[in-house]
Protein backbone atom coordinates (compact mmCIF):
# COMPACT_ATOMS: atom_id res chain seq x y z
CA UNK A 1 0.00 0.00 0.00
CA UNK A 2 0.99 3.28 -0.69
CA UNK A 3 0.44 6.62 0.85
CA UNK A 4 1.08 9.89 -1.09
CA UNK A 5 1.46 13.72 -0.33
CA UNK A 6 1.37 16.37 -2.23
CA UNK A 7 3.49 19.54 -2.44
CA UNK A 8 4.61 22.91 -3.94
CA UNK A 9 1.19 24.07 -4.86
CA UNK A 10 0.83 28.02 -4.78
CA UNK A 11 -0.18 31.27 -5.82
CA UNK A 12 1.78 32.54 -9.28
CA UNK A 13 1.35 34.90 -11.83
CA UNK A 14 0.54 33.83 -15.75
CA UNK A 15 3.57 32.70 -17.08
CA UNK A 16 5.14 31.47 -14.41
CA UNK A 17 6.47 28.49 -12.97
CA UNK A 18 5.84 25.76 -10.30
CA UNK A 19 7.37 22.36 -9.25
CA UNK A 20 4.66 19.90 -7.27
CA UNK A 21 6.15 17.41 -5.72
CA UNK A 22 4.52 13.68 -4.88
CA UNK A 23 6.10 11.73 -1.86
CA UNK A 24 5.42 8.18 -1.35
CA UNK A 25 5.68 6.51 1.54
CA UNK A 26 5.24 2.38 1.33
CA UNK A 27 6.71 -0.31 -0.20
CA UNK A 28 7.89 -0.44 -3.55
CA UNK A 29 7.52 2.63 -4.97
CA UNK A 30 9.14 2.14 -7.89
CA UNK A 31 7.14 -1.07 -9.04
CA UNK A 32 4.64 1.40 -9.62
CA UNK A 33 3.85 4.21 -12.37
CA UNK A 34 2.49 7.48 -11.43
CA UNK A 35 0.15 10.13 -12.80
CA UNK A 36 -0.87 13.35 -12.07
CA UNK A 37 -4.56 14.58 -12.05
CA UNK A 38 -6.37 18.00 -11.88
CA UNK A 39 -10.00 19.12 -10.70
CA UNK A 40 -10.73 22.95 -11.16
CA UNK A 41 -14.02 23.98 -9.79
CA UNK A 42 -17.27 22.69 -11.15
CA UNK A 43 -15.10 20.76 -13.71
CA UNK A 44 -14.31 17.07 -13.71
CA UNK A 45 -10.97 15.73 -12.79
CA UNK A 46 -8.73 15.44 -15.67
CA UNK A 47 -5.29 13.50 -16.56
CA UNK A 48 -2.23 15.85 -16.87
CA UNK A 49 1.03 13.94 -17.11
CA UNK A 50 2.14 10.01 -16.47
CA UNK A 51 5.45 8.57 -16.34
CA UNK A 52 6.45 4.64 -16.27
CA UNK A 53 7.99 3.00 -13.36
CA UNK A 54 10.98 2.64 -15.23
CA UNK A 55 11.01 6.33 -16.68
CA UNK A 56 11.03 5.39 -20.11
CA UNK A 57 7.93 6.19 -20.93
CA UNK A 58 6.14 9.87 -19.77
CA UNK A 59 2.87 10.81 -21.05
CA UNK A 60 1.32 14.39 -21.27
CA UNK A 61 -2.67 15.52 -22.33
CA UNK A 62 -1.93 17.86 -25.26
CA UNK A 63 -2.86 20.80 -23.03
CA UNK A 64 0.31 20.48 -21.17
CA UNK A 65 2.07 19.43 -23.81
CA UNK A 66 5.62 21.21 -24.51
CA UNK A 67 5.05 23.19 -21.03
CA UNK A 68 4.96 20.78 -18.07
CA UNK A 69 7.56 17.97 -17.50
CA UNK A 70 7.01 14.75 -14.95
CA UNK A 71 10.07 13.06 -13.67
CA UNK A 72 10.87 10.71 -10.44
CA UNK A 73 13.62 9.78 -8.34
CA UNK A 74 12.49 6.50 -7.66
CA UNK A 75 15.16 6.38 -4.43
CA UNK A 76 13.49 9.56 -2.81
CA UNK A 77 10.04 7.69 -3.70
CA UNK A 78 9.37 11.49 -5.16
CA UNK A 79 7.37 12.15 -8.70
CA UNK A 80 7.62 15.27 -10.08
CA UNK A 81 5.73 17.49 -12.45
CA UNK A 82 7.61 21.00 -13.45
CA UNK A 83 4.92 23.18 -14.79
CA UNK A 84 5.76 26.21 -16.93
CA UNK A 85 4.54 28.69 -18.95
CA UNK A 86 1.58 28.68 -16.64
CA UNK A 87 -2.33 29.73 -17.56
CA UNK A 88 -4.87 30.97 -15.27
CA UNK A 89 -6.87 27.69 -17.05
CA UNK A 90 -4.24 25.90 -15.50
CA UNK A 91 -5.49 26.68 -12.15
CA UNK A 92 -6.34 23.48 -10.07
CA UNK A 93 -6.18 21.32 -7.61
CA UNK A 94 -3.85 18.88 -8.51
CA UNK A 95 -3.04 15.46 -7.36
CA UNK A 96 -0.87 12.44 -7.90
CA UNK A 97 -1.71 8.81 -8.07
CA UNK A 98 -0.03 5.38 -8.54
CA UNK A 99 -0.90 2.36 -10.64
CA UNK A 100 0.83 -0.87 -10.88
CA UNK A 101 -0.82 -1.45 -14.62
CA UNK A 102 -1.57 2.34 -16.39
CA UNK A 103 -0.71 1.38 -19.39
CA UNK A 104 -2.40 1.88 -22.04
CA UNK A 105 -5.06 3.87 -20.35
CA UNK A 106 -2.56 5.84 -18.71
CA UNK A 107 -4.98 9.02 -18.35
CA UNK A 108 -8.50 6.91 -17.22
CA UNK A 109 -9.01 7.55 -13.37
CA UNK A 110 -9.71 3.67 -13.23
CA UNK A 111 -6.32 2.53 -13.98
CA UNK A 112 -5.25 4.05 -10.47
CA UNK A 113 -5.17 2.36 -7.51
CA UNK A 114 -3.72 5.40 -4.86
CA UNK A 115 -4.32 9.01 -4.24
CA UNK A 116 -2.92 11.79 -2.90
CA UNK A 117 -5.15 14.53 -1.23
CA UNK A 118 -3.83 17.20 -3.63
CA UNK A 119 -2.32 20.62 -3.73
CA UNK A 120 -3.90 24.04 -4.93
CA UNK A 121 -2.48 25.68 -7.72
CA UNK A 122 -4.06 29.10 -8.37
CA UNK A 123 -2.76 31.26 -11.58
CA UNK A 124 -3.66 34.97 -11.17
CA UNK A 125 -2.60 37.99 -11.91
Known amino acids: QLQLVESGGGLVQPGGSLRLSCAASGRAFSSYSMGWFRQAPGKEREFVAAISWSTRGTYYADSVKGRFTISRDNPKNTVYLQMNSLKPEDAAVYSC??????????????????WGQGTQVTVSS
Open 97 to 114: AAGRQIFPTWDSLTSYDY
